[in-house]
């Protein structure tokens, strides 16, 4: 019988398809009457969305650029700042709630990077911002997913955890053994990829 399964979520490109996961299965195998071996089962399932953006005025499909899994539920951001809440049905990915609101920074600004983060229960939402110059960061913020009606509320402080984000992947880690990086996100940026702090209590960034 199966004994574990594990699930990646991938981007198959911006446009198509949408999304890819793969899924992982490793079962036991009956070799001799009281020996078993495990194996292992790898499946592909790419998503091709033919849902039209709410806030595209084109009206497009949506496209996806931020993906988190929780629980089995996959929240992915689209292009145009629309949350959507897809589910396995029928082993097919199946949107079933999309928000009614717009995620956006809320300062004006040339451009931004989103990323949404999974982080101890709850969903959070960060924005690496350029206000003046493309290749600089010049102000940092992060929001949560309120649930029910997948609302985005800005807060100042991540439950003195540390965020790291390298471009297209972020990890989080304990600060609580790690002197002054409570409530800290560390990114990278600039051709060298050299590393910069945001301190969110002191509201500031800084080389890190």
Request: proline share 2%; net charge positive.
């Amino acid at each position: 019988g199966f004994s574990r399964c594990l699930t990646r979520l991938e981007f198959g490109g911006v446009a198509s398809p949408a999304l890819m996961f793969y899924r992982t299965s490793w079962f036991y195998v009956k070799v001799r009457r009281r020996c078993e071996r495990e194996e292992s089962l790898t499946t592909l399932t790419k998503y091709e969305c033919k849902v039209i953006d709410p806030f595209d005025a084109k009206k497009k499909c949506m496209q996806f650029t931020s993906i988190v899994l929780l629980e089995g539920v996959v929240l992915a951001l689209s292009l145009q700042g629309a949350l959507a809440v897809m589910q396995e049905i029928d082993t097919r990915l199946t949107i079933t709630a999309i928000s009614s609101s717009r995620a956006l920074p809320s300062v004006s600004c040339r451009s931004f990077k989103e990323y949404l983060v999974h982080l101890n229960g709850e969903i959070l939402l960060v924005y690496l911002i350029h206000q003046k110059i493309v290749k600089v960061v010049d102000k940092v913020e992060v929001f949560r997913l309120s649930s029910p009606g997948l609302k985005w509320v800005k807060v100042e402080r991540i439950q003195g955890k540390t965020l790291y984000f390298d471009h297209d992947c972020h990890i989080y880690m304990d600060s609580t053994t790690i002197d002054g990086r409570e409530d800290c996100i560390f990114f990278t940026q600039g051709s060298n990829n050299c590393w910069w702090k945001y301190d969110m209590r002191r509201d500031c960034i800084s080389p890190a």
